[in-house]
């Protein structure tokens, strides 16, 4: 793929127009997830494991039938049998068999004519249970004695003799540890935990589900990947792919939660049994017990350094729990962890554990935030040790084109130094510090995501532009296509119109998750326009009665190539388009792809904050955004990403955590408890763009949302060990953990 | 179970209907009025989204009961705008890309409104704590807060 | 459920007296919708007192004191001007409660009511030697504050007794309060701990003093000896420090998902020495 912006001077990429769907959104007209409503529709809900572990020995929905307004109960029997691998893993997600394997998994549901019927039909469903033992901690899941979450979950990678809840085991690496760390001037080892955080997306899950019993159905929901929500339906009840066609709502945030199922194969089940659509949509303490949060970590760290900041070496072991499923992100964090730098001796362990806790499910950059908050920690605990600068000591070991990543592959160009040259030329870096104040700094990575993309462009009869992709939008990106669109086909952006199409309209695409809705839809659109633009090229030559390839194609024009074409007055596209009917018919332009040009991106935060030193609660006083967007396509909503990612990220650092009771019951299922940050804790999130750009997109566009959240957690706690002089290595930074460390009592 | 029946004014314009006492007052604007653009977030008054004013008074919709609202006039997101004409704070959203997902913009829109009609120049911290009950989780507040300013400078400037 | 909305107080504890299931009284609802919503409580009869004449009034007694409607939301205290010059603590105290939107709603009785050892309101109201009137079948009668609270979601009030008036005694001079909580983040939590200071001075002296905490104990308590540390003193680090002693020894805090019982403790003393100092300030005219 020919990157153009190197050559290329954009009349509509890198301006910052209203978003197409801005009225919408700010009138309350814009239909999200709930906001769907079907004629003759029931309201569904589900009734949840209160045990952390047990064995379901007896399910009774006699009463609740009995409930005048009750039309269908479904429990597992509803549900084909004979899936295996994640088909089954998501089936038994959405609803238990044999055992309830975490406080909050679905063991019945049930359709009402009202909510609240449903939900009084719960309370007069009889379950029996016989309660097991549970773990819910990622290093007690992995001893000996600890209770078998499932037997015969792990796969061929799992060294024997090791406990059955390791369900994948990863090794990887190079070169001589042994002879690295001995070149080092400086050893350290360290071992770090952090704790699992959930998405925190104000949208609880929502959908509306119709499934008739000839096998074809309809569902409505709010998710990132419709086409995910497809298939993983249709294998979770047994049906054709196509048969069911999705429709996404607008979606109130999602952050890599909405990428799966919890809910929708529940509605159309209980719809196939009542023969009516049903409506479930997800309270939020459903929401925080089961949907899927991200894991929990715990690390160990050892690298070494030579006085003048070269790192010698580095390993890492990392043990994370997905929840009773396998699927932590472990695979990322090895991949990850060390891959800012250039490190000739490296290995990594990664260990996937299985919990009495919900099927983790992707959370913005999954497994990267972990690996960074240990290794960032630690890098900077070198360079304290050793009295050295922390971003020249990046700066010393960044990756840069050519570099062999510690993950194996070459890098293409990326910008990790121009971020850390940019955030150290920027006045907070030397802004003075009060008392009790302290700064930190860390950089990360995410490397995007191509994955399966389908787009269309249609010519309207009046020259305007009619953009259909499958990437829901869900922080601006309709206006990102819009603006390539426009780019493009050298038409004003307001000329554009771009749909998110449902499954039964384009072919298969990928969620906007991987940060790659801008990079890969955006590409596609842009190779679709050019199809188009082929055809509307194909049209003036008709009518002029030269060749199609002596005609060019400018600022929206059809115009001949050049004076041996001959000479004919420019065609406009709403000339051509008003005449297409008789010309060869409607004009259109298609793309398909799994574009593997995703450039990764870089960023590198700086943090000041303040700990109160009587009782250990951390304010942020300034923070700093720096990171690779390659091509900013649409300025504010890269910085939005850019802010969006850091304040999650200091969420994650402060105050966000599942916190489990000894009974293996969340304790804090609410936003009351479960601490997002509100706009109090906050002060204005400083960002610079920087543009390295990504010869992979014809623009030159990286993917940005996720690098965002994977700084701020080594930022912060080194910005807390700045303040207080002692070294956390355990999230979050809750003020009972400061207080006890500034006290001294670890 | 016997239903109560409420009348009510929701954005000038007076309604009826039936609702279960359990009912919240987001529950019926939403399911029997109609009126979506409130959100349900949270149901425990932690989240904003479902933010509305009673007789002039910011609440959680979600923490009122729908009886409660006989006699009442209330106004939620759908009532912001004059006909066409956006007001200042829904014009700033869009202009400064204040909104991402747009799940909270419903109810931050209704809670700032209510702040500049009490306090036409508020400080960046009395629009911090003002607005804390309203989570976004998408923009980490800074162009929300910095749309509100504008829009507050803007109404101030036309007044 | 059934819904009623009595027109006196009799009425509403006649409902109340009458009823044989689960009762709630409802004025601003923050607490009674959650328990409803999460099926924690659906009682089977919820009055509503908000169409009782009088509960929306802020009047000042003849004495100088403070009578508080049952059904003021905290909004109204604080945009009281009057009251909050008076007591400023206790406004803060329900200030501090929830966010602007639950400010909107929210009552001081509520608070009280609900028998949360967290509840924001009821320190400082406690230090202030507040009362609230309880109304039944027998009539009314004024209990102290402090005597409501009888354990995590407990009050002393009998089936069919109902508080329908919060009363505060006239400020006096040379008095100040202050109410301090901690919490994690800058809004929106629970107290992890909370602290209301009450005193009055002499000159530099302090003459008298309450000192009461919160949430770190099954109910909130009073702590004598922490008002003896300071009276008869001008504040100094010595009397800071021998309130800071016996503020924390005064705890008997439980391990949570808030906090632990070693942070409470300490966070306690802090806080009694925070709050006394702006009580103080306010007290000698120093501070509003």
Partial sequence: MALDSDTQKFKYIGTRPDRPDGLDKVTGRARFGADFSMPGMLHGAILRSPHAHAKILKIDATKALALRGVKAVVTRADFPTGLTGEDWNIQENVMAGEKALYDGHAVAAVAATSQLIARDALKLIEVEYEVLRHVTDVDKAMADDAPVIREGAADYSVPEGMHPNIVRYMESGRGDLEAGFAAADLVLEQSYKTEAAHQGYIEPHACVGQLGADGKGELWCCTQGHWFVRQMCTAVLGLEATQLRVTPSEIGGGFGGKTTVFIDPVALALSRKANRPVKIVMSRSEVLRASGPTSSASMDIKMGMTRDGKITAASGTFRMQGGAFPGAPVDVTTMLAFANYDIADVHHIGFDVMTNRPKQAAYRAPGAPMGAFAVESMLDELCRQLGLDPIDTRLKNAVKEGTRATFGPKFPPVGLIETLEAAKAHPQYNTPLGPNQGRGVASGYWMNWGGETSASVAIGEDGTVQVSIGTPDIGGSRASMALMAAEAFGVPYDNVRVNIADTGTLGINEPTHGSRATFASGLATVEAAKEAIGKLCKRAADKWGIDAEAVTWEDGFAKPSGPNAGEFPPLSIAEIAAEMGSTGGPISGHFESSPDGFGGSFGTHIVDLEVDPETGRSTILRYLVVQDAGKAIHPAYVEGQFQGGAVQGIGWALNEEYIYGADGRLQNPIFLDYRVPVASDLPMIDTIIVEVPNPGHPYGVRGVGETGITPPLPAVANAVRDAIGVRMTQLPLTPPRVLAAIKGRG | ?159 | MRYHTPSSFEDATAIAARATGTTRYLAGGTDVLVQLRSDVVTPDDLIDVKHIPGVKDITQTDDGGWRIGVAVAGAEMTEHGGLGRDWPGIVEGMDLIGSTQVQGRATLTGNLCNGSPAADGVPALIAANATVTVTGPDGARDVAVEAIPAGPGKTTLAQGEMVTAVNIPARGKNGGDAYLRFIPRTEMDIAVVGCAVNLTVEGEKITGARVVLGAVAPTIRAVEDAARAIIGTTLDDAALNALDAAAQAACAPIDDKRGTIEFRTEVAGVLAKRAAKIAYARARGEAK
């Avoid at chain 2, 314009?13 to 919240?24: F, G, I």
């Avoid at chain 2, 979506?36 to 008054?45: L, M, N, S, V």
């Avoid at chain 2, 923490?63 to 004409?85: F, H, Q, S």
């Avoid at chain 2, 500049?116 to 162009?143: F, H, I, Q, S, V």
Wanted: include cysteine; glycine fraction near 10%.
């Fill in chain 2, 1 to 159: 179970m016997s239903k109560i029946h409420v009348t009510t004014t929701v954005n000038g314009d007076e309604v009826e209907y039936l609702c279960d006492p359990r009912e919240t007052l987001l529950d019926c604007l939403r399911d029997r009025v109609g009126l979506t653009g409130a959100k349900e977030g949270c149901g425990t008054g932690d989240c904003g989204a479902c933010s509305v004013t009673l007789d002039g008074r910011l609440v959680c919709s979600c923490l009122v009961l729908g009886a409660e609202a006989e006699g009442k006039e209330v106004t939620t997101i759908e009532g912001m705008a004059t006909g066409d004409t956006l007001h200042p704070l829904q014009r700033k959203f869009i202009e400064h890309a204040a909104l991402q997902c747009g799940i909270c913009t419903p109810g931050i829109l209704i809670a700032a409104k209510a702040l500049l009609e009490k306090n036409p120049d508020p400080t960046e911290t009395e629009m911090r704590y003002w607005l804390a009950g309203n989570l976004c989780r998408c923009t980490g507040y800074d162009k929300i807060i910095r749309a509100v300013m504008d829009a507050a400078q803007e109404m101030r400037e036309a007044s």
